[in-house]
């Protein structure tokens, strides 16, 4: 219930759709005279549009994400798993086509098969099942080991888990597969923006992983200024919100423990 709830409602609240939805509450509005709702229709959605596409506004939410955990300092020197989270693959393209296209998310794989090659003993856990409601698609559980076997990574060192629809399934059903023992130093693999929301959920499931961010979208030198890509701009305020309200969600349904989980932990 909790995943179906949380789909419908990013449906009505990510920015594009929100001003869809206002500015056509404007136009019924205006259809019945009412100048006022009508104009705070459109009005709200002029501002949402304007505010996500021509502004720093994501890359402000995305920030603080991003800089939340780092990679460990020295790293590791022995490493007993590596679990790469879902969400850099292309789902309903690869089932029909058959390969591995990746998303903006994909460094995640890449990442993953160079630390594959740095810790040549360890276990790589690929989790993702299918995360969509409507659109049919492949879950990188069953696509990533056609990329990563492709990047030199042998396939005898894959665990898959396949049935998570989102974060929350990621840490528990990863947790369960793997039976992670204590002494074990394991990495989680997962995009930057991303982290802080899986690291609470993997503490919570009691699976002491590592933070080992990919797929930065800030440089941390942005201040709030008027932006020249709308569609990356549009992007990163989609995730920004995303994530944040991810976090208050799976915090006040006692998913997670704090709102913003604290490195170092």
Known sequence: MFFLLSKIFWFFVQPLNLAIFLLAAGLLAGFFHRRKLMAAGAGGALVILAVATWTSFGQTLLNPLEERFQRPNPAPEKVDGIVVLGGGLEGAINLVRGGYEVNAGGDRYIETAVLARRYPQARIVVSGGTGTVFLEGEGDGATAPRLLTALGVDPARFVLENQSRNTYENAVFTKRLVTPQPGETWLLVTSAFHMPRSMALFRKADFAVLPWPVDYRTSGREGLFFADNAIDSLQATTLGIRE???????????????PFPKSGQ
Not at 246 to 257: F, H, Q, T, V
Request: charged fraction near 20%; avoid cysteine; hydrophobic fraction near 55%.
């Open 244 to 258: 944040w309200i991810g976090l208050l969600a799976y915090w006040l349904s006692g998913r997670i423990d704090e």
